[in-house]
């Protein structure tokens, strides 16, 4: 590869890196540092506190914008597969690990939502698993094919020979009664139109029966 090449490559690629940092829409004050390569840290824990590999916080503190119209988001990570890459493509990847010999507690992932204000009605999501086929810019464009085959929102998985004991636990204070619920819901279909609910499976069993929704509170089977 020639020299001229290898310049009009790094020019391509910093062209590309530049578009999805505007993507981002980023606010970008005067000391924000822009990488373009990875960044690999390690280091061992042997004192007291919290070990961590990475922590940072962003505070919000825009009292005179419109409400709803600025969002703080403690990490962006987005992995991107060009095309003619059939590959795996993790947007975010964690691990916990407990090495033989530790008696650890093990959390993948941790996602939390921490609310100060009790007249704060607003929606309040430790997890919110979002399905996209474009950039937040294109937001309002809906496209002709929705491109979800084979999209599962929810993947509960394990190595052969492995797996989870439980597949999904409810702890002692998970639910609770609030102003809007004074019965707290286990499972909220109520924004889906019932039409739409209709035209869904709700449970898929391996003799191929499927639970439906009849309408009107009842439910019928399908094999």
Known sequence: MNLRLVAAVAAVCSTIAQADVTQLRAATPPD????????ISEWTHQGNGIAYLFAGN???DSPDAAPFTVAAVGAQLNAFSLAGSNQVVFGTATEAWAMPGSQSVLTGL????????????AQKVSLF????????TEYATVPDDPSNLNAQAVRIESQPGTGFE???VLAKYSLHASRNEPRPILLDLREVPPDQVAGWDLIA???GCRLRYAGHGEFTTAC
């Open 166 to 168: 439980r597949g999904v």
């Open 129 to 136: 698993s979002t399905y996209k086929t474009r950039p937040d």
């Open 32 to 39: 924000t540092e822009f990488r373009h390569g990875p960044t």
């Open 58 to 60: 962003v505070v919000l």
């Open 110 to 121: 941790e996602a939390t939502a921490i609310n100060m204000e009790p007249a704060n009605a």
């Open 205 to 207: 069993l391996p003799d």
